[in-house]
């Protein structure tokens, strides 16, 4: 057990639709970052928040966008969903810096018609 | 740009045998590497996280080096039972823009017959 939670498990969704993923971390985890995982793929960065506040974001377009709150929980949105966006979405947090030991989230996978 | 490879992309070996995953990568400049394990359609577990600093981990059964110099790491697991069965991936911490990301190999898929 992570400590971590994420909502939904699974989500179909249809080309061109919105969804938000969310991730509820550990009391006390300060930074939270979204990865995404291809089937057969390492996770991929997608961006970190720390405090409420994004502080790195990887190669993704904008319209994935992200919302860390002060109860510790985060979401992640994706509006315009395409056929590529089908993947398994992961949460991880960690105490205070983002050097600290990664705890994840079981994931939700997303399928997009 | 860091790229992390791993070899072999499976394994498959017989109950009680030593083991050993690689993992490489080609930027020095990291700030720590972190091992997990993943089960089909799960999350990560974390394994063993290893300073840049260091040069090894131990926790149970498995236990992870780090060669920083040469961009290596592997991580040893000691008499491997079925329940081992999994992939293992490896992850370099970067210093990313105000915060770090993790960088992921591909994965290797191991196997553990009865």
């Known amino acids: 057990e992570t400590g971590v939670t994420q909502s939904p498990t699974h989500l179909i969704k249809t080309r061109g639709q919105q969804v938000t993923l969310r991730c509820s971390s550990q009391?006390?985890?300060?930074?939270v970052s979204w990865y995404q995982q291809a089937l057969g793929q390492g996770p991929q960065f997608i961006f970190q928040?720390?405090?409420?506040?994004?502080?790195g974001r990887g190669n993704f377009p904008p319209r994935f966008s992200g919302l860390q709150f002060p109860n510790y929980s985060s979401e992640l949105n994706v509006n315009a969903l395409e056929l590529d966006d089908s993947a398994l979405y992961l949460c991880?947090?960690?105490?205070?810096?983002?050097?600290?030991?990664?705890?994840f989230g079981p994931g939700t996978r997303l399928t997009v018609l | 740009k860091q790229e992390v490879t791993q070899i072999p992309a499976a394994l498959s070996v017989p109950e009680g045998e030593n083991l050993v995953l690689n993992c490489s990568f080609t930027d020095s400049a990291i700030y720590n590497l972190q091992w997990f394990r993943q089960d089909p359609g799960k999350g990560l577990t974390s394994l063993l996280l290893i300073q840049s600093s260091q040069r090894e981990q131990t926790s149970g059964r498995l236990n992870a080096s780090l060669d920083k110099s040469s961009g290596r790491s592997t991580l040893y697991i000691a008499a491997s039972q079925p329940g081992d069965s999994a992939t293992y991936l490896c992850?370099?911490?970067?210093?990313?823009?105000?915060?770090?990301?993790?960088?992921f190999g591909q994965g290797t898929e191991l196997s553990v017959k009865p």
């Open positions: 991880a947090s960690s105490w205070g810096s983002f050097t600290d030991t990664q705890y």
């Open positions: 928040y720390y405090r409420e506040e994004e502080n």
């Open positions: 009391s006390g985890h300060n930074t």
């Open positions: 992850a370099v911490i970067m210093i990313y823009n105000q915060g770090g990301k993790l960088i």
